[in-house]
């Protein structure tokens, strides 16, 4: 129990340095990116990957199925059924691969239908280049992502986040001197399509060779599949919602103002997407324990997923909160002078809008994974489905009129309505877990954010940044208010704990 305890604070740490490591690459790489390959070339990069992603629905939602069926399999100690639902998994993601390269490449022949009339024929001879490669890449990540699912379940998140470490700092090692070079976008998927089969191959050998991994494919059970079909269902129609939440702001723009609008919303989109990834860095972490629970289902189920709930959505939006804060205060700066230019300047306030609209969902992200294990995530799909209808009649009007900022606006109204109001009270209502306990714990953390904001306030109003190495005084200076303010006034003895236990063992082992 110590081992599996080590393994998940590890995994926790891990993912926080890899989320934050890959956040340093990016603020470096990309800029450099957007200088080496112009804005036009970065908007169709943005543009192409953007569309290509739509693939990735062949999944079906049958990836976030695998950790549920497993936790059954494993609580009954059912290991031949444990290895007939590897084999049922593998069959159906080997199909699914070949259906996205099949239907991808349909695609690729089709590239003026898809982008619309606003890219030159150069732009379209590079965006069917980018499409080829890109859909290798996505069809390839089908069983790289089954694999990954595997050493999941087995709770090796150490092996798991090292792994996503070396992808996440040797694709810009080998990507940057061919982009020096001259070798532009498709340089750089064909390095991302390299790292994944090295990935897949890695996966595939560390669960055949360290986790013993058994497959069955014969007297596969049609009634589990039929199990799994239904349950999937909701996952796919997820899926389905979160590609037209996420990619059609790039769709709209890129049929409405062309791909200079859609590499201002790419940058800022790039920004939001370095801030998701903080909170899935620790509720990616928890879901083998949350369905664990609930295959267990003991009375207090609901009482440890409440208790589970608030423990890891203080720690969420301590983290967030910092980030978000932060990027409202120095980010127009940062976004002007260092990641981009002064012509990027709309980046900065699709950014804000888009962080602001995710900070309640991704406080409550672990919320994701226990609807999942109670097989109540329908009414979240129901909930989304109508977001993103909000979303599309919103963005097209507003993208023509105010540009990257108005699509950044349509989806923000759409997900503060469906995440901060709608999705609040399903889980309060449906999963029993005590929503009013939660942000009462949540608003407890407020205390810690009086100063740090008062400050960032002067800052914005007083302060001009000039230089570069005075701006970077000042984000240490705030991040330095921020902690502590959080450690004496916000934080509970729990968290401050988890902080001071780390530091503790240093100390004793130089004793």
Same mark, same amino acid.
């Given at each position: 129990?110590?081992? !599996?305890?080590?393994?998940?604070?590890?995994?926790?740490?891990?993912?926080?340095?890899?989320?934050?490591?890959?956040?340093?690459?990016?603020?470096?790489?990309?800029?450099?990116?957007?200088?080496?390959?112009?804005?036009?070339?970065?908007?169709?990069?943005?543009?192409?990957?953007?569309?290509?992603?739509?693939?990735?629905?062949?999944?079906?939602?049958?990836?976030?199925?695998?950790?549920?069926?497993? +936790?059954?399999?494993?609580?009954?100690?059912?290991?031949?059924?444990?290895?007939?639902?590897?084999?049922?998994?593998?069959?159906?993601?080997?199909?699914?691969?070949?259906?996205?390269?099949?239907?991808?490449?349909?695609?690729?022949?089709?590239?003026?239908?898809?982008?619309?009339?606003?890219?030159?024929?150069?732009?379209?001879?590079?965006?069917?280049?980018?499409?080829?490669?890109?859909?290798?890449?996505?069809?390839?990540?089908?069983?790289?992502?089954?694999?990954?699912?595997?050493?999941?379940?087995?709770?090796?998140?150490?092996?798991?986040?090292?792994?996503?470490?070396? *992808?996440?700092?040797?694709?810009?090692?080998?990507?940057?001197?061919?982009?020096?070079?001259?070798?532009?976008?498709?340089?750089?998927?064909?390095?991302?399509?390299? &790292?994944?089969?090295?990935?897949?191959?890695?996966?595939?050998?560390?669960?055949?060779? !360290?986790?013993?991994?058994?497959?069955?494919?014969?007297?596969?059970?049609?009634?589990?599949?039929?199990?799994?079909?239904?349950?999937?269902?909701?996952?796919?129609?997820?899926?389905?919602?979160?590609?037209?939440?996420?990619?059609?702001?790039?769709?709209?723009? *890129?049929?409405?103002? *062309?791909?200079?609008?859609?590499?201002?919303?790419?940058?800022?989109?790039?920004?939001?997407?370095?801030?998701?990834?903080?909170?899935?860095?620790?509720?990616?972490?928890?879901?083998?324990?949350?369905?664990?629970? +609930?295959?267990?289902?003991?009375?207090?189920?609901?009482?440890?997923?409440?208790?589970?709930?608030?423990?890891?959505?203080?720690?969420?939006?301590?983290?967030?909160?910092?980030?978000?804060?932060?990027?409202?205060?120095? *980010?127009?700066?940062?976004?002007?002078?260092?990641?981009?230019?002064?012509?990027?300047?709309?980046?900065?306030?699709?950014?804000?809008?888009?962080?602001?609209?995710?900070?309640?969902?991704?406080?409550?992200?672990?919320?994701?994974?226990?609807?999942?294990?109670?097989?109540?995530?329908?009414?979240?799909?129901v909930i989304y489905f109508v977001m993103a209808i909000i979303n599309i009649l919103i963005s097209i009007p507003l993208a023509r009129t105010f540009g990257p900022v108005g699509s950044a606006i349509g989806t923000a109204i759409a997900l503060i309505i469906?995440?901060?109001?709608?999705?609040?009270?399903?889980?309060?209502?449906?999963?029993? &877990?005590?929503?009013?306990?939660?942000?009462?714990?949540?608003?407890?953390?407020?205390?810690?954010?009086?100063?740090?904001?008062?400050?960032?306030?002067?800052?914005? &109003?007083?302060?001009?940044?000039?230089?570069?190495?005075?701006?970077?005084?000042?984000?240490?200076?705030?991040?330095?208010?921020?902690?502590?303010?959080?450690?004496?006034?916000?934080?509970?003895?729990?968290?401050?704990?988890?902080?001071?236990?780390? &530091?503790?063992?240093?100390?004793?082992?130089?004793?």
């Amino acid at each position: 129990m110590d081992l !599996k305890k080590n393994e998940l604070k590890m995994g926790v740490v891990l993912s926080y340095i890899s989320t934050g490591l890959n956040m340093g690459i990016q603020l470096v790489y990309t800029p450099i990116m957007i200088h080496l390959l112009g804005k036009s070339e970065y908007g169709l990069y943005t543009l192409v990957g953007s569309v290509v992603s739509y693939l990735s629905l062949f999944s079906l939602g049958f990836t976030g199925a695998y950790l549920r069926f497993y +936790a059954r399999y494993h609580v009954e100690k059912d290991y031949k059924g444990i290895a007939r639902l590897n084999g049922m998994f593998l069959l159906l993601f080997s199909v699914m691969s070949l259906a996205a390269l099949i239907c991808g490449m349909i695609l690729v022949q089709y590239p003026r239908q898809i982008f619309g009339n606003k890219l030159t024929m150069e732009e379209i001879r590079i965006a069917q280049m980018l499409m080829t490669i890109l859909v290798i890449n996505i069809a390839l990540t089908f069983p790289s992502g089954l694999m990954d699912s595997m050493i999941s379940a087995h709770e090796k998140f150490l092996f798991q986040k090292l792994l996503s470490l070396t *992808g996440i700092i040797f694709n810009p090692m080998i990507c940057f001197p061919l982009l020096l070079l001259g070798y532009g976008s498709v340089a750089i998927v064909c390095v991302t399509t390299f &790292i994944t089969v090295l990935k897949l191959f890695v996966s595939l050998w560390y669960c055949l060779k !360290k986790l013993h991994t058994h497959f069955i494919f014969s007297k596969l059970e049609l009634s589990v599949l039929r199990q799994i079909s239904a349950f999937s269902f909701f996952l796919f129609l997820n899926m389905i919602i979160d590609q037209i939440n996420w990619s059609i702001d790039k769709f709209i723009l *890129g049929w409405v103002s *062309g791909t200079g609008a859609v590499a201002i919303y790419g940058v800022g989109a790039q920004i939001n997407s370095l801030f998701l990834n903080f909170s899935v860095a620790i509720s990616s972490v928890f879901a083998p324990r949350v369905n664990r629970i +609930a295959a267990e289902n003991k009375k207090d189920m609901n009482n440890q997923f409440t208790k589970l709930f608030i423990k890891v959505g203080r720690i969420q939006f301590l983290i967030l909160a910092l980030v978000a804060s932060g990027f409202v205060v120095f *980010g127009q700066y940062f976004v002007t002078e260092i990641y981009a230019t002064q012509e990027y300047v709309q980046a900065y306030f699709v950014a804000i809008l888009l962080i602001i609209s995710v900070m309640v969902p991704l406080t409550q992200n672990l919320g994701i994974e226990i609807q999942r294990a109670v097989n109540k995530q329908q009414a979240r799909s129901v909930i989304y489905f109508v977001m993103a209808i909000i979303n599309i009649l919103i963005s097209i009007p507003l993208a023509r009129t105010f540009g990257p900022v108005g699509s950044a606006i349509g989806t923000a109204i759409a997900l503060i309505i469906a995440n901060g109001i709608v999705m609040n009270i399903y889980y309060h209502k449906a999963i029993c &877990i005590n929503i009013i306990d939660f942000w009462k714990n949540i608003f407890q953390l407020f205390r810690g954010m009086v100063i740090p904001v008062a400050f960032g306030c002067f800052l914005m &109003i007083f302060v001009e940044f000039t230089n570069t190495m005075s701006y970077l005084f000042l984000v240490v200076l705030y991040t330095t208010i921020y902690c502590l303010s959080m450690w004496f006034l916000g934080m509970n003895d729990e968290e401050r704990h988890l902080v001071l236990q780390p &530091i503790e063992r240093i100390k004793k082992k130089y004793r």
